[in-house]
C-alpha cells in the first residue's frame, strides 16, 4: 500500500490552482507522484472567487475523466475554502478578498462543479451559522473538515454534533503567537477522540518537538499525514512563482514568502515525511505507515 495525500496542491512544477491547467500537465504531476510513491491524492483546490474556484474544480474533473492514469491517481477532490476565517494568521495564505462566512448556495455551487468527486471541505466552523453547510456537506456524503479558523470550545462542539469529523493541518492555519493554553490547538486536541486530526510533517509547519507531542496527545488511531504540497515539491529548493506568490523553498523544502515572514505551503514529499516521521519524531516504520497510508484512506471512508 502506496502514499495516500489528502491535500495536494500541486506537484512537479504543475499548480493544480492554475486556470489553464493542461491534460499534459495534469498528467506529468500524476507520473511524478506515482514515480515518488503516492498512489493516491485528492487535488486540494484552494479559496478565491467563486467563479474562478468552480471552473477550477470542473477542469480538474473533466481531465481526470479523460486520461487513465489520472483517473488512478486523484481520487477527488478537497475544497479548502472559501469559508475561512479573515482574520490575519487563521487566514493563512488564503487571498483576504477571497475568504468569507459559509453559504449555502456557494457550497452546492462548489459541490456540483466537483462532478461527484468532493472528498473533503475544509470551513472555519465559527463561521457556519447554525451549522447549516455542515449538515448539508455531511448529508451529500462529504467529510467535513475544519481549518483555518477560531472557533470556541462551544462552536467545535455544535459542528462536531453536526457532522464535523476533520481538522485539516493542526497547529498551522493559526497566527504564530497564541494564548498559552486556552487556544485552538488545545481545544482540537481535547476533542481528539471525536476527529481526524492531519498534521504537515516537514518539520516546519509544526517542528519536531511539537509534532510528537501532538501525536501522542492526539494518538496515531486518530492522526493522519498531509504534505500541504505546492507546484514545486518533488523539485527540491528554489525561487518559483506560483499563483499569486513569489515562493522560496528552503533545504527543508517549506515553501515561504520572499521576505520569510510566513508559510505559504510545503514542497515536501511523502517520502521525506516518512524519513522525519520515523528518523526525528521517533515513531516506528508501523506507525509511520498508518499516518501516511493507512488512516488518510480510513478518514475518507476508502479503508
Given amino acids: 500500500m502506496g502514499y495516500f495525500d489528502l491535500q495536494v496542491n500541486g506537484y512537479g512544477g504543475v499548480d493544480f490552482n492554475q486556470d489553464d491547467l493542461s491534460a499534459d500537465d495534469l498528467h506529468r504531476a500524476c507520473e511524478h507522484l506515482r514515480a515518488d510513491g503516492v498512489d493516491g491524492v485528492l487535488v486540494t483546490i484552494v479559496s478565491e472567487h ?16 479523460r486520461d487513465p ?3 488512478e491517481v486523484v481520487a477527488g477532490l478537497h475544497i479548502e475554502g472559501p469559508f475561512l476565517s479573515g482574520i490575519d494568521g487563521y487566514r493563512g495564505a488564503h487571498p483576504a478578498d477571497a475568504v468569507h462566512p459559509a453559504d449555502l448556495a456557494q457550497a452546492q455551487r462548489l459541490v456540483e462543479a466537483a462532478g461527484g468527486l468532493a472528498k473533503i471541505v475544509t470551513l472555519a466552523p465559527e463561521l457556519d451559522a447554525g451549522q447549516r453547510v455542515i449538515r448539508w456537506l455531511v448529508g451529500q456524503g462529504i467529510v467535513v473538515s475544519a481549518g483555518h479558523c477560531n472557533p ?3 462552536e467545535l462542539d455544535a459542528a462536531l454534533d453536526a457532522g464535523l469529523s476533520m481538522f485539516t ?15 485552538i490547538v488545545h481545544r482540537v486536541l481535547s476533542r481528539a477522540d471525536r476527529l481526524w486530526i492531519g498534521f504537515i510533517a516537514d518539520g516546519v509547519h509544526v517542528e519536531i518537538e511539537a509534532l510528537r507531542h501532538y501525536l501522542q496527545w492526539a494518538g496515531i488511531e486518530h492522526s493522519f499525514v498531509v504534505t500541504d504540497a505546492i507546484a514545486p515539491a518533488g ?5 518559483y512563482r506560483i499563483s499569486r506568490w513569489d ?4 533545504e527543508e523544502l517549506a515553501a515561504r514568502s520572499p521576505d520569510g515572514t510566513h508559510l505559504l505551503g510545503s514542497a515536501c514529499t511523502m517520502k521525506r515525511s516518512e524519513t522525519n516521521l520515523t528518523d526525528h519524531v521517533g515513531l516506528s516504520a508501523i506507525d509511520a505507515h498508518r499516518l501516511l497510508c493507512v488512516n488518510p484512506r480510513r478518514a475518507i471512508g476508502l479503508a
Fill in 247 to 250: 515562493i522560496q523553498i528552503g
Fill in 69 to 71: 492514469l489520472v483517473s
Fill in 235 to 239: 523539485l527540491g529548493p528554489g525561487r
Fill in 169 to 183: 493541518h493542526l497547529g498551522n492555519g493559526c497566527p504564530m503567537l497564541l494564548p498559552r493554553h486556552e487556544n
Fill in 50 to 65: 467563486l467563479d474562478r474556484m468552480c471552473a477550477r474544480l470542473r477542469r480538474v474533473v473533466d481531465l481526470r475523466q
Fill in 152 to 154: 470556541s470550545g462551544e
